[in-house]
């Protein structure tokens, strides 16, 4: 809840209005699990509180753990599905990749996630919920929308999401340390710049668009040149950051047609392309591309005036790839 609503509910409670900055000190400055924490609040306050509310916290119900220090939880949702996130340390930073949806509607070839359909929306909370009960919250640095689910085919939740953290009255996150990605949903991208400051990664994965839809079935309604004419007409010269992430394929997507091709596409607009490893998964026809490829493709889109990255692979050992924790449980079933 904003600062508004918890003043509405510090009324309805019988709290002075000022227990409304008290209340959103304790949830999101010292990350309280119950009520009765909230200590400097009368103790007949809280216990009206308790009648109505609650924090809304839940503890993970599955984790695995990689030997490079990456750890995948698996948290239990408001309305009973199960979705992942990843928590990522790395030196002096630490990144969650949340999940917005339970299952995905995009259908992605190359994601386990993507094959196990469409579940439902997360509310606000429940995505809020992975940043609050992480283990190792504390030491957050950065949060990715890069988990389950398409953020921009829940943008009001994922939105809330955002403005929460971001808020002066709540985690008071600056939104350079948030990035939300998207297959290329352009009304939703559209709306996502009007009404958001984070940043923003696109999902490109291929720059033809016969190619890209055999990968990607939105393609054919969000296609990436119309996203793209969209995208060029921004300023992104200040403090929004724009991003393709690219998982490279073995002769799919990293030949120097596509690179040519990268660069013709990506060379007007101030972007970075983040190359990624492909973490196989389970009874497919998809490679990853050697590391050979990866490094020659960082090579040919640098020397061509597309800054390019090589994303180091994280968690290899705990199915880091999307959706792979969420199936395992499914299984068990
Ligand atoms: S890659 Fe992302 S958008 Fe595509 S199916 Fe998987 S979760 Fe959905």
Redesign the pocket.
Known sequence: MRLDELKAVAAEAGLPAFAAKQMAEWIYGKHVRSIDEMTNLSKSGREALKERYEIGCKEPCDVQQSTDGTAKYLFPTESGQKVECVYIPDGDRATLCVSSQAG?R???R??M??RQGFQGNLSATDILNQVYSVPGSEQLTNIVFMG???PMDNLDAVLRATELLTDANGWAWSPKRITVST?GIRKGVERFLQESDCHLAI?LHNPFHEERLAM?P?EKAYGIEELLTLLKKQDWSHQRRLSFEYIVFGRLNDTERHARELVRLLSPIECRVNLIRFHQIPDTLYNGASEERMVWLRDYLTRHGVTTTIRASRGQDIYAA??LLHAKERMKK
């Open positions: 995905c995009m259908g992605c190359f994601c996630t993507g389950q689910g398409e297959v999902s990607m939105a999307c959706g």
